[in-house]
């Protein structure tokens, strides 16, 4: 049973009111900053709600109001909704640049972000949800110091991340998390002949599998 399946059943395994936000590296985020994390600020923006493309602009600063005053803005920043353009770096957005982003260097505009996207995540995330992480070794620098943000400012939320295992050098993010206090890490070994045909059996909804479709190097004394 693969890291994926397993982060799939999430939604089985945990209470039935908790809301799971889940986002992965695919094909088309792979190589994008912050790629992996497009589809939960997708879902916290609710993008998904809005038809018109003329309106998504002012969806977003409605959504950018909801964050709460006493979450403080960062230095001379006169509101959230001011931000909005950094968002083109997490999202597929055409947010024309104003009087404050235009100005900002690089490392501005990344610190900005991050903490934009944390702010939304603690208006929107409540206490008791779940974000998944799925693929997160191929996660870009940006969404593992994002990760590594969240998990320290973002209280009573579960945060699942799953991965292949890494070649060094490991990302330092990737070394905070997993010497966090609160992080519990869980090493997949490969299944036993036996948990193979058990699992197999499950998948097909059979009792048992004729013994000409095992492969005799997998399975050799399994008898039906």
């Known amino acids: 049973m693969g890291k994926t399946r397993i982060v799939g059943q999430m939604k089985f395994m945990i209470d039935e009111e908790a809301e799971i ?6 094909g088309i985020t792979m190589g994008q900053t912050y790629g992996s994390w497009a589809e939960i600020f997708n879902a916290v923006l609710d993008l998904g709600s809005v038809d018109d493309p003329n309106q998504l602009l002012p969806h977003i600063r409605k959504q950018l109001r909801r964050i709460p005053p006493n979450l403080p803005l960062p230095d001379m920043v006169p509101a959230w909704t001011k931000l909005a353009p950094l968002l083109k770096s997490i999202l597929p957005l055409e947010i024309p640049e104003n009087e404050l982003t235009v100005t900002m260097t690089d490392q501005s505009r990344a610190e900005n972000l991050q903490l ?41 939320v579960l945060i699942v991340v799953g991965l292949r295992p890494l070649k060094p050098p490991f990302p330092f993010e990737y070394q905070q998390i997993t010497h966090c206090e609160n992080a519990h890490q869980i090493n997949l070994t490969p299944l036993s002949p036996e948990d193979s045909v058990t699992l197999a059996k499950q998948f097909l909804g059979v009792d048992k599998i004729p013994r000409k479709f095992y492969k005799k190097s997998l399975i050799s004394s399994y008898s039906c």
């Open 116 to 156: 934009l996207l944390i702010r939304l995540l603690q208006t929107s995330v409540m206490p008791g949800s779940v974000i998944v992480l799925d693929d997160a070794h191929l996660f870009d620098t940006a969404s593992w110091a994002l990760t590594l943000a969240v998990s320290q400012q973002l209280k009573g």
């Open 21 to 26: 936000f889940y986002g992965t590296t695919d």
